[in-house]
């Protein structure tokens, strides 16, 4: 039975609606390489009740934000069908920014980085939304994530794949802490040597460096945060964290496996035995996965040393390699106020096979 002429008109004003954001998925990969005038990321599940003064933006509710970013009224029409736990959103909460794009969505990979260790992590960064701003030929233009809408006035109503939706808290407690979180974040000494890598270098060797160093928390994010919600049953982040590494200490195309374990015993301080076979297990890992002789579609395998259970790989991973980032950054001197010592990853490893020895004996 056909519906009513307002349901009929709805449901076309719909269909165009998605039709005009795929058609214009090419254009808008182009308009992206070009100038972004502003870009706003729209975090729907995050609180915030003050404005937060990034490297290369702010961050905050819209309430604040507008007198700084008036635009923001440009982008809040197309929130009006986003909810989160099927509540509107009173005031919503956005990271802004009029400087260089490229390096403002380098600050939030910076950021996510560094709050990873939050369980609301993966829910507060998977699901944010972009917003850009764009002038072409004297006309404003305005994406949402990588659909193109001509104007402004194309927001109201649109539907797009994933936006608008109805968002769910799950975590709602660590949600509730994330303002602490994202304080403590950017006034901590490793966020500022973290911001150092998206300066200008005149020396091109160290440009490279600190390069690299951003792609390789962008793998690590990819891996523990994208994927995490995603994939949440694969080895995928075996691959992408080995990536990581690859990236952080620049590792040659040519006999990789060796100077992985190089690379890592040389930064940790100590080459143990232990040490040396888990880089050639987990380089082993990463390299069986990759060539397709064991299923992605498993969970993470436990270290084994001795006969002993240690902790899964991609767990140890994380630990070496926030670790190594560290290093690389107190080494290059932009990150002085870290406290430099050998990590001792053999106890690392003992104590969490005590820790399972425990576990079992209490059941």
């Known amino acids: 039975m056909l519906g009513t002429l307002s349901e009929t008109r709805l449901e076309m ?46 961050i905050g509710p819209a309430s604040i934000l507008i007198k700084k970013y008036p635009r923001i009224l440009k982008i809040l029409p197309a929130l009006k069908e986003a909810t989160v736990d099927g509540k509107n959103i009173k005031d919503p909460v956005f990271a802004a920014s009029t400087m260089d794009f490229k390096k403002f969505i380098d600050e939030m990979e910076c950021i996510a980085f560094l709050t990873e260790h939050n369980p609301s992590a993966e829910e507060i960064f ?161 390299s069986s996965l990759v060539h397709g002789d064991i299923d992605w579609n498993k969970e993470d395998k436990p270290f084994i040393y001795l006969n002993k259970e240690g902790p899964p790989y991609s767990i140890i991973a994380k630990e070496l390699f926030t670790y190594c980032l560290s290093a690389k950054l107190y080494l290059m001197g932009a990150y002085s106020e870290y406290k430099r010592k050998s990590f001792d990853f053999d106890n690392y490893i003992n104590s969490w096979q005590k820790v399972i020895v425990q576990h079992i004996k209490i059941e």
């Not at 972004?36 to 975090?43: A, G, L, N, P, Q």
């Not at 975590?171 to 979180?181: A, L, N, P, R, V």
């Not at 691959?239 to 100077?259: D, G, M, T």
């Open 126 to 286: 998977v699901n944010k939304v972009m917003f850009t701003i764009h002038n072409e030929d004297g006309k404003e233009k305005l994406c949402i994530d990588k659909y193109v809408l001509f104007s402004s006035d194309d927001i109201t109503g649109i539907i797009l794949q994933n936006f608008p939706k109805d968002y769910r808290r799950w975590d709602t407690y660590s949600i509730s802490k994330f303002e602490s979180e994202i304080s403590d974040t950017i006034n901590s000494d490793f966020y500022k040597a973290l911001i150092y890598c998206l300066s200008d270098e005149q020396d091109k060797e160290v440009a490279k460096e600190k390069r690299r160093i951003i792609v390789s928390i962008m793998l690590f994010n990819e891996a523990f945060i994208n994927l995490a919600v995603i994939h949440p049953f694969s080895n995928i982040p075996i691959v992408l964290i080995a990536a990581a590494f690859e990236a952080l200490l620049n590792l040659p195309p040519e006999a990789i496996a060796a100077s992985f374990e190089q690379a890592i015993t040389t930064m940790v301080g100590k080459k143990t035995t232990m040490l040396k076979k888990w880089c050639k297990t987990f380089y082993h890992y990463r």
């Open 13 to 58: 004003h719909d269909i165009q609606s998605v039709l005009k954001a795929n058609f214009l998925f090419e254009g808008s990969l182009l308009l992206l390489r070009e100038k972004v005038d502003e870009t706003y990321i729209f975090f729907p599940l995050v609180n915030l009740e003050a404005e937060h003064r990034l490297k290369y933006g702010d």
